[in-house]
């Protein structure tokens, strides 16, 4: 049985484990909310470069002079992942889900015979899958110690991308991340990247009549210089998502551990009182059995 | 006044999103006025200054380091890289974007590929429509 002083110690550093992990969840609850704010910000930039995508691009897709960002290498052999975590942890499962996912692709890819290249955003998916997966990695990115992730930071990554894509590093991409669903789940979620998907352009191009538009200069100048500014602003949003569900899944984490921390310290506390009972009637019986004997 | 709906998006917010009389946008093949009812268009725009009037008055002006916008008859959707408010442009930054834009357009060898030489030369450009709008502000 511990000692009563051996009790105090273990409840005075359950009770600051949960200081710290109510401070960490509130602090997680403020980054949150602005993570989400911004998240929400780049919404309407992102829908209305969908649109214009898709008017642009199901026009000449068709073409054979199309652009590679747009159609791929018609090839679909080497497959680029790019996988967004967060830079730090204690939030849960958050970046394990997306290092599962992550891994799961990239045997089933594996499995196909198609080589696979790895490039991370964050700290913690590239530690993840060093362990496995080291040989495979084309280059890792982190914007660890950055307070707000700007657009020209998801820009950097595109350009990266790019230039792998033009140097014929691989034939198709794909970005996997953790969508932002609500505060309590986030969902590990493969989007491809190259080519560029383009399912509501041909469903739009077949209900009919669409506005005809004139182009300046031209379609192909419009859309090369579309189609890379559109991968960022993919990149910026899988970035922004990961980042708000990266808060959210802290927050719920560290609800937890409060809550653990808070049934612990009941628990300790009913076990030192209970010792203390148990000595304090040892006494008692010592003294009434030792007065009894005179 | 007819008057058509204006819409400045950058990737980090949504800036402005109203009923307008008129519009000046830099457009790449130079500045176009639109008014309601025009043609519907898709163009690339340089780095320059959108103007707006309201009320027959202007009333809005904001730099745009570059992008997009779609023109249709009753509303026009701008997709900027970047757009601050003129009151809001400092001539320091904007000169030291030159700089360092001229820089990036040194190390650009010739034998780049024409698109990342004319990249280059559009960050300048745009940098110095940028130390223009501020000066002007």
């Given amino acids: 049985m511990a000692s009563l002083k051996d009790l105090r110690m273990r409840i005075n550093s359950v009770k600051n484990t949960r200081k710290i992990t109510q401070a960490m969840k509130m602090v997680a609850a403020a980054k949150l909310r602005r993570a989400q704010a911004q998240a929400e910000a780049a919404r309407p930039y992102a829908e209305r470069m969908e649109a214009i995508l898709a008017s642009l691009g199901a026009a000449v897709a068709a073409t054979p002079g199309a652009p590679q960002m747009l159609v791929g290498t018609g090839a679909d052999r080497v497959h680029l992942l790019v996988v967004v975590t967060a830079d730090r942890g204690l939030a849960g499962g958050f970046n394990t889900n997306v290092g599962r996912l992550a891994r799961a692709r990239i045997r089933a890819l594996e499995a196909e015979g198609k080589v696979v290249k790895i490039l991370t955003v964050g700290r913690k998916g590239a530690s993840y899958l060093k362990r496995e997966f080291a040989s495979r990695f084309a280059g890792e990115i982190s914007f660890m110690g950055k307070k707000r992730i700007e657009f020209s930071d998801a820009e950097s990554v595109a350009v990266r991308v790019t230039e792998m894509l033009e140097a014929g590093e691989f034939d198709v991409c794909s970005l996997v991340y953790n969508r932002f669903q609500n505060v309590i789940s986030q969902i590990p979620t493969e989007q491809r990247l190259i080519p560029a998907p383009l399912p509501e352009g041909q469903a739009a191009a077949a209900t009919g009549p669409q506005a005809l538009y004139d182009y300046e200069p031209d379609e192909e100048a419009i859309l090369a210089s579309l189609l890379p500014r559109n991968l960022a602003i993919q990149i910026y949003r899988a970035v922004l998502e990961s980042t708000a569900g990266f808060y959210g899944s802290q927050m719920t984490a560290m609800d937890n551990a409060t809550r653990n921390a808070g049934d612990m310290i009941n628990r300790l506390t009913l076990n030192y009182n209970r010792t203390r009972q148990a000595n304090i009637t040892r006494e008692l019986i010592e003294i009434i059995s030792g007065a009894e004997a005179l | ?137």
């Fill in chain 2, 1 to 137: 006044m007819a008057t058509f709906l204006l819409e400045l998006v950058s990737p980090e917010k949504l800036l402005l999103s109203r009923q307008v009389e008129m519009a000046t946008i830099p457009a790449a093949e130079g500045e176009m006025g639109v008014l309601p009812g025009h043609s519907p268009m898709i163009v690339t725009l340089r780095g320059g200054v959108i103007r707006v009037r309201e009320n027959g008055a202007e009333t809005e002006r904001l730099f745009v380091g570059g992008g997009f916008a779609e023109v249709s008859p009753e509303r026009v959707t701008v997709l900027a890289d970047e757009a601050t408010p003129l009151a809001n442009l400092s001539r320091a930054d904007a000169e030291r974007r030159i700089a360092e834009a001229e820089a990036a357009l040194k190390e650009v060898s010739p034998t780049d590929a024409e698109a990342r030489r004319d990249a280059a030369l559009e960050r300048v450009l745009a940098a110095r429509a940028m130390l223009d709008a501020a000066q002007a502000a």
